[in-house]
């Protein structure tokens, strides 16, 4: 009876775990982080916010985009994208190109860098055995193999394409991956944060 009531217990931690762990992967807002940049002369304003694909057919697993809004003493801006997603193994390289599309114009960006890289985790597999003592023995029973790709696009957003962001109430990011055409949009919370990073000072 009690090992049944343990059981019943560790499924009900283990489903809230899972939950709220879906719920941090489909959470799109991050809050604005403002520094100095001594270096550069600069006042520095960064958002960082993340995507996860639904899509099945698409190679994409996960999106994440940081966008640094740079102001120099002499009130000139400018705006960074990096890009990283994560992709299936069997994924072709992406081109290195990345498009914002806001109105349903396209917008290609000049893309400054690209790396690419597979990444292989090896989890083990246990199961727990109970002993002649009533003791859990966790053992292990194997082992499993995840394998990804990570893209990662670091490029300069024009301020008339800041502006046109602004005035949008939606916008995408398209990027290709062989036969795969990969889209992915922001959430209106995403789009939100974007336009507050724009109107910071």
């Known amino acids: 009876m009690k090992e049944s009531f343990k059981g019943i217990y560790s499924s009900r931690i283990l489903f809230i775990g899972m939950v709220c762990f879906l719920f941090q992967g489909c959470s799109t807002s991050n809050r604005i982080y ?12 960064e958002l960082k916010y993340s995507v996860r694909d639904r899509d099945r057919r698409s190679p994409l697993i996960y999106f994440t985009q940081s966008i640094v809004k740079e102001v120099n003493p002499q009130n000139e801006t400018s705006y960074t994208a990096y890009d990283v997603l994560t992709l ?8 290195e190109k990345a498009i914002l599309i806001i ?4 917008n290609t960006m000049v893309i400054n860098k690209m790396e690419l890289d597979n990444i292989r985790k090896i989890s083990e597999n246990t199961t727990n ?8 023995l966790s053992v292990v029973t194997g082992y499993s193999e995840n394998n990804t790709k990570v893209a990662r696009f670091s490029y ?6 800041i502006s046109k962001i602004r005035d949008s109430d939606q916008f995408s990011l398209r990027y290709y991956s062989g036969p795969s055409m990969i ?10 944060k974007i336009k507050q990073l724009i109107d910071s000072i």
């Open 156 to 161: 300069r957003i024009p301020v008339a394409t």
């Open 34 to 45: 403002t520094r100095n940049d001594i270096v550069h002369s600069a006042k520095r304003f």
């Open 183 to 192: 889209t992915v949009k922001p959430k209106k919370k995403s789009i939100k």
């Open 103 to 106: 109105d349903n114009e396209a």
């Open 129 to 136: 055995i109970l002993t002649s003592d009533s003791t859990n």
């Open 88 to 95: 299936s193994a069997s994924s072709f390289r992406p081109d």
